[in-house]
């Protein structure tokens, strides 16, 4: 007899939110850490990374039952504000942080004689989470919040009637938020590194803080809280937005 497969939303969420933080605190490990062939390759790379990492993890949390592959508690917080129902929220943001917390730790193991050569604290951290080019909170906050908030509305936007009435062809809405990400790195990503996602930064900076990571630093929790304010008022923001506009998903 053939046993069902446990596919869920939970499941589905934190095997998405899984590799995309596999993924993308990879490549940030990549260009960042002393010694691996891709170190100093620069930004391009980053965001080419991040955005291939979000294609891999919204396909793998579609295969693995969470159809809307949400990877993200902003993301699922701009959902709940559209649609009035916010029961599904703590499955959701349980799976995302779980999810980005074992990617990180991943990271951690896959990289590992690679920590203790690299001299520089802010390397290891920015492998994990954010940190502003320049630090201004107000700058900073906004930077977050504006990011958030184009990602909700653009990913929105792909998957709405007004696009095209039956939504995009099977299989490319993935490919499409995966080059929204992009853009995202690219044009407004530069100053605060576009965390644009509460548990991408906030799983990996705890794992920062736990693990025995050679030579770490501090984990900068003075800015912890900007990629959340600022990106759940984003989200919050644009959920408000596609309400008020009777948005057609």
């Known amino acids: 007899m053939q046993l069902a497969a446990p596919h869920s939303i939970w499941l589905g969420e934190f095997m998405g939110t899984f590799i995309l933080l596999l ?9 960042s850490l002393r010694k691996t062939y891709a170190e ?36 699922t917080l701009a959902g709940a504000i559209f649609s009035g129902d916010f029961s599904q929220i703590p499955v959701y943001w ?7 917390m074992t990617g990180a730790t991943l990271v951690w193991l896959f990289f590992y004689p690679h920590w203790e050569i690299t001299e520089s604290h802010g390397a ?4 994990f989470c954010t940190s502003p080019a320049i630090p201004h909170l ?23 009637h007004g696009v095209s009435p039956t939504g995009p062809a099977a299989g490319i809405g993935p490919w499409l938020v995966g080059s929204l990400v992009w853009g995202i790195g690219l044009s407004l990503g530069s100053t605060t590194g576009y965390a644009i996602n509460p548990a991408r930064d906030f799983g990996p900076r705890l794992i920062h803080f736990l693990l025995p990571i050679a030579g770490k630093g501090p984990s900068n929790w003075r800015y912890s809280w900007i990629p959340i304010v600022g990106d759940f008022t984003g989200a919050v923001l644009c959920g408000l937005l596609l309400r008020w506009a009777h948005f057609s998903a």
Do not use: D, R, Y
Request: with cysteine.
């Open 40 to 75: 100093n390759a620069g930004w391009m790379v980053v965001t080419t990374g991040w955005a291939i990492a979000v294609l891999c993890g919204v396909l793998t949390a579609q295969a693995f039952g969470s159809a809307g592959a949400h990877l993200n508690p902003a993301i």
């Open 138 to 160: 107000p700058s900073n906050l906004l930077g977050e919040a504006t990011g958030t908030f184009v990602l909700v509305l653009v990913a929105s936007a792909i998957g709405s």
């Open 124 to 127: 290891k951290l920015g492998v």
């Open 23 to 31: 993924l993308g605190n990879g490549v940030n490990a990549s260009v």
């Open 94 to 100: 349980s799976a995302q942080i779980l999810g980005a």
